[in-house]
């Protein structure tokens, strides 16, 4: 609702809810309940794309497979018809490359074996599943398709990155203070201040802040400056970027200001 508010994208809006959802569940799968030799045999049926494969794993696994891959193909589907060009490749990529980084977290935080911070962050940019949500948002809106554009967005351009960026460290600055799960899929904070053992936990806190900052710079310079994507599909993007700090404040009154803001959203059918 965020990312499109013309009420003229309703049916975008519904579309998009699935690959948001898909990220949620294979994100706990993959921190949460999974073990690591499930994980990886998950991640090389996604790799194949051989869904018969995915027999040999545990129930909860394949049922999500086998919906997932029926998702991708209802979109592919609808976004051939509607526009002319068929996605399936590249949501195949985006899911590919999504749950190659989520196994990656997972066999740090199997071995104990915490990364650095930047080689953190640069998996985490793309296990915070922006790039594949924004892939399928781009192919469903189906402005400004070309074949320099799918090219492009398969490399997670720098409009996608700065946004992915963005999310990934306010999450990060929230989950590592609050988060409840029992699974350990790690910080950028955390990883940090390992780092930087000299640095105070506020200090550490102030450079996440500060690089959210320098992020937003980038993510500005997409938007204003041209770019090969439509207007609609880039305002997208700072909206999402925009919606991040409503998303994780992790304090009292995260839940009534959202509300609030929801209520913004729909204020046609709310009682202002």
Not at 78 to 92: A, D, E, I, T
Not at 237 to 242: I, P, T
Request: hydrophobic residues 40%; glycine residues 4%.
């Amino acid at each position: 609702m965020t990312a499109l508010t013309d009420p003229k994208f309703s049916e975008q809006r519904v579309d998009l809810v699935k690959p948001i959802s898909f990220v949620y569940m294979i994100d706990d799968i993959f921190d949460v309940y999974g073990t690591l030799d499930d994980l990886t045999l998950f991640t090389e049926v996604v790799h194949r794309w051989d869904i018969a494969a995915a027999a040999q794993l545990p129930d909860y696994m394949r049922i999500c497979l086998n919906a997932l891959n029926n998702v991708i193909n209802e979109i592919s589907f609808k976004v051939y018809k509607c526009h002319g060009w068929n996605p399936l490749l590249s949501l195949r990529k985006a899911w590919t490359s999504l749950c190659n980084a989520f196994l990656v977290e997972a066999k740090w935080f199997a071995s104990g074996d915490v990364p650095n911070a930047d080689e953190y962050l640069k998996n985490g940019i793309l296990s915070s599943g922006v790039h594949a949500v924004l892939v399928h948002l781009s192919f469903l809106l189906g402005q400004d398709i070309t074949k320099e554009n799918v090219e492009l967005l398969d490399s997670n351009p720098g409009i996608i990155y700065s946004t992915a960026k963005i999310l990934r460290l306010w999450d990060d600055l929230g989950s590592a203070k609050d988060e409840n799960q029992d699974g350990h899929d790690g910080s950028y904070l955390e990883c940090y201040s390992k780092e930087h053992q000299e640095c105070s936990v506020e200090s550490a806190r102030k450079h996440v802040i500060q690089m959210i900052l320098d992020t937003w710079k980038q993510l500005n310079k997409e938007c204003l400056f041209q770019n090969p994507f439509s207007q609609t599909f880039t305002k997208a993007c700072l909206n999402v970027a925009r919606m991040v700090p409503w998303m994780y404040s992790y304090d009292e009154n995260r839940f009534p200001i959202l509300e609030e803001h929801i209520g913004y959203l729909l204020h046609d059918s709310v009682s202002m």
